[in-house]
């Protein structure tokens, strides 16, 4: 019987799971799961504070997810060593599991630059975790003012998740922009007016030089009183583990398009990983969840003697604020063509006869369409792409694809 | 597992296809009841003037849309893609943008995760009476 062990409990290893049990329904499988908690969605902790979930529904599986699928797990503990030759791994509790193939799941850790004078900061908070947001939560009160260091996903996500429970929120980012990953500036000058309308104050190309207490005082000398700080500047892949037991590592642990990392039988996913993106044709690391369970998948499935690789994943992102919802997809690279309407901003990216990328704000439906020119590269010369700017619509594929698409099993 | 499957040469754009749809899942006892309502229906005729068809969940082999749903909240059992209600946050378009095909249209003000195909799954049977598909239980 073959042992298997996953070092982490969101959504790769979830995929890691599922994936190794397609295949092989009786080897051990060992889970390490530093937070103490069932696999849940973290993406929702926003969703929880602005009460649009609750705990229960939180898990991104049924309660018996782990006994279904016959694992063990170790709640609340790390993995703090592999050993590559003789095939354990280290445990902070002390105990060494022994495994025949190896997941790292492990994902991603804030990175908290090293402001001045930040341990005089008595409420101050991440935004990763569950445990992050119950704690934002008991710090809040109605009128509090509070300050979000970083205008990312992470940051706005959280200022959209409190807005409704507090007073005044501040975000503040060295960026010009907000949303600087995944939009351009026309795009994000449109959502951090969206923002504004909603109440939310943005400090751009500036950010905290030293706190003093509750007071924030910032690089172009402004200063920034504040009740609660949240800080969501970044993360930084967990790819420790791997890097000291020799393995590959760029800025996430080095994998190829099955999930292997360059140690044997050691093999990664999620977050904490850099595998191939599909549509730039180098590695990244792609921290969204959708990639995050599809490598584990494929992990999990090699893992198990099977072969089964992740070989698309592609920059997705798809988020809204105050009901104005954004998707994005691809890269930004060839010849922008822009279709404006009723409100709704679409931009495409064409390159070399392909669709390359796409930022939608306002009209998102049927993006999907748009996901897959980009995801299976079709030649736009074959497809009405013209018409489709306004609506993706199935009318702009032949009859060949579509007898294919709704005519059949697909 | 049985799907509806589209031959376009066939289709008239009638939209009788959204109405036994949503009739099928409405509960109500006479399809005329249906009359000056708002449908939701699980299937939508598309087209152009030159071409129609209808378009509903494919259950797809590799379903994107499952491995996407940031809330887990979409699962495939026994070939049938499920939405899983009680799980879903009030709004799950994040989904969307992973569609490979398409789905219904946004309605924005119901759950999006309502944009689902298959009016007939929970194993359920479709018993034609009358000529009608007798309602069904909702999930």
Redesign the interface.
């Given at each position: 019987m073959k042992k298997y062990v996953v070092i982490g409990n969101g959504a790769a290893a979830?995929?890691c799971i599922e994936g190794i049990r397609s295949l092989d329904a009786n080897g051990g499988i060992t889970v390490i799961s530093k937070e103490p908690r069932h696999v849940y969605?973290r993406?929702?902790i926003s969703?929880y504070l602005e009460g649009?979930?609750d705990l229960d529904?939180?898990?991104?599986?049924g309660a018996d997810f782990y006994e279904k699928n016959g694992c063990r797990v170790l709640l609340g503990d790390s993995a703090v060593k592999i050993d590559a030759d003789g095939k354990t791994v280290l445990t902070e509790k002390g105990e060494t599991v022994p495994y025949d193939a190896l997941c790292v799941a492990a994902g991603s850790s804030p990175f908290v630059p090293p402001f001045a004078g930040l341990e005089t900061v008595d409420k101050k908070f991440g935004f990763m975790t569950l445990d992050d947001a119950l704690a934002l939560e008991e710090a809040i009160f109605a009128g509090c003012r509070v300050l979000i260091v970083g205008a990312g996903l992470i940051g706005l996500k959280c200022a959209e998740g409190i807005h409704g429970r507090v007073g005044k929120i501040t975000v503040c980012d060295l960026a010009d922009r907000v949303l600087s990953s995944i939009l351009d500036a026309d795009c994000a000058a449109i959502i951090q007016k969206h923002l504004e309308d909603s109440g939310i104050e943005f400090l751009l190309s500036d950010s905290a030089e030293r706190f003093e207490g509750n007071k924030a005082v910032m690089k172009s000398g402004k200063e920034v009183e504040f009740d609660v700080l949240v800080l969501a500047v970044g993360v930084r892949a967990n790819s420790g583990l791997v890097r000291d037991a020799g393995g590959e590592v760029n800025r996430g642990i080095i994998i190829d398009e099955r999930g292997a990392s360059s140690l044997p039988d050691i093999f990664a996913a999620g977050d904490c990983a850099e595998g191939d993106d599909a549509i730039l044709g180098a590695k990244r690391v792609l921290a969204i969840?959708?990639n995050a369970?599809?490598g584990g998948?494929a992990a999990g499935v090699n893992m198990a003697g099977g072969d089964e690789k992740f070989d698309r994943a592609m920059p997705?992102n798809?988020?809204?604020f105050f009901g104005l919802?954004i998707?994005t997809?691809g890269v930004y690279d060839g010849e922008m063509s822009e279709d404006r309407e009723d409100g709704a901003l679409k931009r495409f990216f064409v390159k070399d006869g392909i669709l390359r990328g796409f930022i939608l704000i306002g009209g998102?439906?049927?993006?999907?369409?748009y996901?897959?020119l980009i995801?299976e590269k079709t030649p736009l010369s074959t497809i009405d792409f013209e018409s489709s700017k306004k609506i993706?619509?199935?009318?702009i594929f032949s009859?060949e694809i579509?007898?294919k698409?709704?005519?059949?099993?697909? | 597992m049985k799907?509806v499957?589209?031959?376009?040469e066939w289709c008239l754009g009638c939209h009788l296809c959204e109405y036994n749809c949503a009739f099928a899942n409405s509960k109500l006892e006479r399809m005329a009841a249906l009359k000056g309502k708002k449908i939701f229906p699980r299937i939508h005729v598309?087209?152009?003037d030159r071409?129609t068809?209808?378009?509903s969940c494919?259950h797809?082999?590799d379903p994107?849309c499952v491995?996407?749903c940031?809330?887990?909240a979409i699962s495939k059992v026994d070939g049938v893609v499920k939405i899983d209600k009680?799980?879903?946050?009030?709004?799950v378009?994040?989904?969307?943008?992973?569609?490979?095909?398409?789905?219904a249209?946004?309605r924005r003000e119901r759950n999006d995760a309502e944009m689902r195909a298959l009016p007939l799954e929970q194993g359920g049977q479709t018993r034609v009476r009358d000529g009608l598909p007798e309602r069904r239980d909702r999930l």
């Amino acid at each position: 019987m073959k042992k298997y062990v996953v070092i982490g409990n969101g959504a790769a290893a979830v995929g890691c799971i599922e994936g190794i049990r397609s295949l092989d329904a009786n080897g051990g499988i060992t889970v390490i799961s530093k937070e103490p908690r069932h696999v849940y969605s973290r993406p929702l902790i926003s969703y929880y504070l602005e009460g649009k979930t609750d705990l229960d529904r939180m898990l991104y599986r049924g309660a018996d997810f782990y006994e279904k699928n016959g694992c063990r797990v170790l709640l609340g503990d790390s993995a703090v060593k592999i050993d590559a030759d003789g095939k354990t791994v280290l445990t902070e509790k002390g105990e060494t599991v022994p495994y025949d193939a190896l997941c790292v799941a492990a994902g991603s850790s804030p990175f908290v630059p090293p402001f001045a004078g930040l341990e005089t900061v008595d409420k101050k908070f991440g935004f990763m975790t569950l445990d992050d947001a119950l704690a934002l939560e008991e710090a809040i009160f109605a009128g509090c003012r509070v300050l979000i260091v970083g205008a990312g996903l992470i940051g706005l996500k959280c200022a959209e998740g409190i807005h409704g429970r507090v007073g005044k929120i501040t975000v503040c980012d060295l960026a010009d922009r907000v949303l600087s990953s995944i939009l351009d500036a026309d795009c994000a000058a449109i959502i951090q007016k969206h923002l504004e309308d909603s109440g939310i104050e943005f400090l751009l190309s500036d950010s905290a030089e030293r706190f003093e207490g509750n007071k924030a005082v910032m690089k172009s000398g402004k200063e920034v009183e504040f009740d609660v700080l949240v800080l969501a500047v970044g993360v930084r892949a967990n790819s420790g583990l791997v890097r000291d037991a020799g393995g590959e590592v760029n800025r996430g642990i080095i994998i190829d398009e099955r999930g292997a990392s360059s140690l044997p039988d050691i093999f990664a996913a999620g977050d904490c990983a850099e595998g191939d993106d599909a549509i730039l044709g180098a590695k990244r690391v792609l921290a969204i969840m959708p990639n995050a369970y599809m490598g584990g998948h494929a992990a999990g499935v090699n893992m198990a003697g099977g072969d089964e690789k992740f070989d698309r994943a592609m920059p997705m992102n798809s988020i809204g604020f105050f009901g104005l919802h954004i998707m994005t997809a691809g890269v930004y690279d060839g010849e922008m063509s822009e279709d404006r309407e009723d409100g709704a901003l679409k931009r495409f990216f064409v390159k070399d006869g392909i669709l390359r990328g796409f930022i939608l704000i306002g009209g998102t439906e049927r993006a999907g369409i748009y996901t897959s020119l980009i995801r299976e590269k079709t030649p736009l010369s074959t497809i009405d792409f013209e018409s489709s700017k306004k609506i993706a619509a199935n009318t702009i594929f032949s009859p060949e694809i579509r007898r294919k698409k709704f005519g059949g099993v697909v | 597992m049985k799907r509806v499957y589209v031959n376009e040469e066939w289709c008239l754009g009638c939209h009788l296809c959204e109405y036994n749809c949503a009739f099928a899942n409405s509960k109500l006892e006479r399809m005329a009841a249906l009359k000056g309502k708002k449908i939701f229906p699980r299937i939508h005729v598309e087209g152009d003037d030159r071409i129609t068809f209808a378009v509903s969940c494919r259950h797809c082999t590799d379903p994107i849309c499952v491995k996407s749903c940031i809330a887990g909240a979409i699962s495939k059992v026994d070939g049938v893609v499920k939405i899983d209600k009680p799980r879903q946050v009030r709004r799950v378009s994040d989904v969307r943008s992973r569609l490979p095909v398409r789905r219904a249209r946004a309605r924005r003000e119901r759950n999006d995760a309502e944009m689902r195909a298959l009016p007939l799954e929970q194993g359920g049977q479709t018993r034609v009476r009358d000529g009608l598909p007798e309602r069904r239980d909702r999930l």
